[in-house]
Nanobody, 122 residues
C-alpha cells in the first residue's frame, strides 16, 4: 500500500521559513514526479511545485516562485518543500503527491498524502 506522509507544518510569522517533508512508502518514487499542492481556507486545491523523477526538473506556481524550493532525496524516498519569506496568504493545508506528470502543462498525480497545516500569522 502506497503511503505519503507529510510533516513539518506549523504556525509561523510573516517572513519566517518552514521546511515540509513527505516520506513515501510502499513503492519507490525515484523515477517519478513528486509535487506539492495546497488548499487555502475556502478555496480549491492549487498546485505549488513539482519535481520530475528522471531529470530533476522543477516547476513552480507563480505565487511561490522565488520563495519556495522543491527537492528530493531518492535514497530516502522523500520530497521536501523549503518555504521562505512566508506570507499570510501561504496559509493552507499542504499536500504531497506522487507519480506526477504534466500533460498539457497541468500537474496530475496518482497518489496523495493527508496534508499538513501551515499557518502564517501577520
Amino acid at each position: 500500500q502506497v503511503q505519503l506522509v507529510e510533516s513539518g507544518g506549523g504556525l509561523v510569522q510573516t517572513g519566517d521559513s518552514l521546511r515540509l517533508s513527505c516520506a513515501a512508502s510502499g513503492r519507490t518514487f525515484s523515477n517519478y514526479g513528486m509535487a506539492w499542492f495546497r488548499r487555502a481556507p475556502g478555496k480549491e486545491r492549487e498546485f505549488a511545485a513539482v519535481i520530475s523523477g528522471s531529470t530533476g526538473n522543477r516547476f513552480y506556481a507563480d505565487s511561490v516562485k522565488g520563495r519556495f524550493t522543491i527537492s528530493r532525496d531518492n535514497a530516502k524516498n522523500t520530497v521536501y518543500l523549503q518555504m521562505n519569506s512566508l506570507k499570510p496568504e501561504d496559509t493552507a493545508v499542504y499536500y504531497c503527491a506522487g507519480d506526477c506528470t504534466r500533460p498539457m502543462g497541468t500537474t496530475v498525480c496518482k497518489y496523495w498524502g493527508q496534508g499538513t497545516q501551515v499557518t502564517v500569522s501577520s
